[in-house]
């Protein structure tokens, strides 16, 4: 089945520096890549829609200069956390719709800024 | 603005007893999704429904669509210890092509 490839899984960096998280589509090509966060016990909160040679979207309330998109290729999004505060930590996963039904995900990136 | 809401948060129940998560939308879905996640994970594709009145069975699992596709349920019987996680639904943005997710059910079973 399609594969959504996602790292690091986990990140410690220090507050005012950049990180930035892969997502690859191992065996598709993904236009679009859906970037969510996901707070303890929490749901998932879709931050942005990357997609393949363009700008990306941004929902309502996300920073698009904090949290940089870019989809270069068909296999790559990329989001970078630019400098990262505390309330920066939470959990980033990635998506994709496949030509099967529903969507896969990356395994996600633990982020903790300290 | 659109929402999915979910309930119960929270259910605990013993090994063998059943469960039932229900799913309901501010707006009519295309289509509803169903995931999993277990503690530490990332949410793994269930099923997808999208028929008006449409009912699918994965083993002890039903999933059911409501007629007016506003609506979901998905129900366990005899639930295991493997049962164990979050499981949300999830519809379409009607804007775009991206998910939005209930709040979860965390599910947990005591044996």
């Known amino acids: 089945g399609a594969v959504v490839s996602q790292h690091p899984s986990r990140v410690i960096c220090k507050s005012g520096t950049s990180v930035k998280i892969e997502c690859r589509s191992l065996d598709f090509q993904a236009t679009t890549m859906f970037w969510y966060r996901q707070f303890p016990k929490k749901s998932l909160m879709l931050m942005a829609t990357s997609n393949e040679g363009s700008k990306a979207t941004y929902e309502q309330g996300v920073e698009k200069d904090k949290f940089l998109i870019n989809h270069a290729s068909l296999t790559l999004s990329t989001l970078t956390v630019t400098s990262a505060h505390p309330e920066d930590s939470s959990f980033y996963i990635c998506?994709?719709?496949?030509?099967?039904?529903?969507?896969?995900f990356g395994s996600g990136t633990r982020l903790t800024v300290v | 603005g659109q929402q999915v809401m979910q309930i119960p948060q929270y259910q605990h129940v013993q090994e063998g007893e059943d469960f039932t998560t229900y799913c309901n939308s501010s707006?009519?879905?295309?289509?509803i999704q169903w995931y999993k996640q277990r503690p530490g994970g990332h949410p793994v594709f269930l099923i997808q429904l999208v028929k008006s009145g449409e009912v699918k069975k994965q083993k002890r699992l039903t999933f059911q669509f409501g007629e007016a596709k506003k609506n979901s349920s998905l129900h366990i019987t005899a639930t295991q210890t493997t049962d164990v996680g979050t499981y949300f639904c999830?519809?379409?943005?009607?804007?775009?092509?991206?998910?939005?997710f209930g709040k979860g059910t965390t599910l947990s079973v005591s044996s």
């Open positions: 998506s994709a719709k496949t030509q099967d039904l529903g969507y896969t």
């Open positions: 707006t009519t879905l295309s289509n």
């Open positions: 999830a519809g379409p943005y009607q804007a775009g092509t991206a998910l939005i």
